[in-house]
Structures are given as structure tokens and as C-alpha cells.
């Protein structure tokens, strides 16, 4: 009857935590794109809002959210500048343009940070597929005592 070596058995071991723990991190990786995205797609609709609201004409009537899914009604004055966060609750005027472009460079970054973390998930995927046969081997070899 065949039985793990005391080297074989340490394989198994050490395998078995790499695919453990990549899994884990394979999820937290999928979380992370998850928010990524979210930022993206907030990102678009900020800098769409910004578009629509320098064509809209002064005086147009705009429902202003106030929080928890409440509106008020306002008037449209002209868009002159943007309040843009920056961090730390930090804000800073600048005109729409210059509010485009800053949301354009962090749209782009986001985009990048999601690529990013998307190869390293599929170098991740790949590296735990490839341990996959050796383990079922050794715990094929084990289950046979």
C-alpha cells in the first residue's frame, strides 16, 4: 500500500494552504473590482451630469437631492464651477472643464487599477489550477492506505 513520504505529506500541506489562501484572496480581489467598478460607473455619471448640466439653460427647473432618496426643486443658475473633492472631506472650485478632466484622469486611472487587478487575478487562477493536479495526486495516494 502506498503511503506519503514525510516530503510528500509537507507538499500536500503547503498546497493545500497556497490554494486556501489564494482562494481567499481571489475573493477579496473580486470584492475590490466590484467597489472599482462601482467608482467607475459613478465616475461616468458625474462627468455626464456635468455635460448635460453646461447645455441645460439658466433658470431650468432640477430636482437636488438632499439624502436619504429626498429631492427638492431648484433652479438652474449657470455653471460657472464645480466643487470637486479632493480627500479628506477637502473640496476645491473649478470651472466644468477643468472638473472634467480631473474626473476623466481618475476615470482612467480606475480603468487601470481594475485591469491591473484583473491579471493578477487570472495570474493568480493560473497558478492555483496549476497546483490542482499534484494535489489530487497526493490526496489520491493518501486516501489509498
Known amino acids: 500500500m502506498p503511503e506519503l513520504t514525510e516530503k510528500e505529506r509537507e507538499e500536500l500541506e503547503r498546497s493545500l494552504l497556497e490554494l486556501d489562501r489564494g482562494g481567499a484572496l481571489l475573493e477579496a480581489m473580486s470584492r475590490q473590482v466590484a467597489l472599482l467598478?462601482?467608482?467607475l460607473s459613478e465616475l461616468s455619471l458625474t462627468m455626464e451630469t456635468?455635460?448635460?448640466l453646461r447645455?441645460?439653460?439658466e433658470g431650468a427647473e432640477i430636482l437636488t437631492p438632499i439624502g436619504s432618496g429626498s429631492?427638492?426643486?431648484a433652479k438652474l443658475m449657470p455653471l460657472e464651477k464645480v466643487l470637486t473633492g479632493v480627500g479628506a472631506e477637502v473640496v476645491v472650485e473649478r470651472t466644468p472643464e477643468e472638473a472634467l478632466k480631473l474626473l476623466e484622469e481618475r476615470?482612467?486611472?480606475v480603468g487601470?487599477?481594475?485591469q491591473d487587478l484583473r491579471a493578477e487575478m487570472a495570474r493568480l487562477a493560473q497558478?492555483?489550477?496549476a497546483l490542482r493536479p499534484e494535489v489530487e495526486r497526493l490526496l489520491s495516494?493518501?486516501?489509498e492506505k
Open 37 to 39: 467598478n462601482a467608482s
Open 50 to 52: 456635468i455635460k448635460k
Open 55 to 57: 447645455e441645460a439653460p
Open 71 to 73: 429631492f427638492v426643486r
Open 107 to 109: 476615470s482612467s486611472e
Open 112 to 114: 487601470k487599477a481594475i
Open 127 to 129: 497558478r492555483m489550477e
Open 141 to 143: 495516494k493518501a486516501k
